[in-house]
Nanobody
Framework: QVQLAESGGGLVQAGGSLRLSCAAS???????MGWFRQAPGQEREFVGA????????TYADSVKGRFTISRDNAKNTLYLQMSSLKPADTAVYYC?????????????????WGQGTQVTVSS
């Protein structure tokens, strides 16, 4: 079992920055870890992920160049640094973890989810 807890969400003006954290506990070894987001009335969508093995990072096109994922294995913490935020980035952001999988850009690739943290970007 893996437990995930996000923090760092809040209200920010367009163009601003926020850093989300995801603290992981339990059996965290050898997991791909990802960030997803869900806006009201929309499906949960992939934001980015970091793979366990080669630490390769993949981003959704909508956030590429603005968001940065990092992972501190010693602290069992995943980060999402968000810059140049836009109102369209407003959503609940979720951290996810799952065994290494080729489906790491899909919700189907993850077994464990955090409770989510709200990010609101005002125009």
């Amino acid at each position: 079992q893996v437990q995930l807890a996000e923090s760092g969400g809040g209200l920010v003006q367009a163009g601003g920055s926020l850093r989300l954290s995801c603290a992981a506990s339990g059996r965290t070894f050898r997991n791909d870890m990802g960030w997803f987001r869900q806006a009201p009335g929309q499906e949960r969508e992939f934001v980015g992920a970091i793979r366990w093995g080669d630490q390769a990072i993949t981003y959704a096109d909508s956030v590429k160049g603005r968001f940065t994922i990092s992972r501190d294995n010693a602290k069992n913490t995943l980060y999402l640094q968000m810059s140049s935020l836009k109102p369209a980035d407003t959503a609940v952001y979720y951290c996810a973890a799952g065994p290494q999988s080729l489906r790491y850009t899909s919700r189907l690739g993850y077994q464990y989810w955090g409770q989510g943290t709200q990010v609101t970007v005002s125009s």
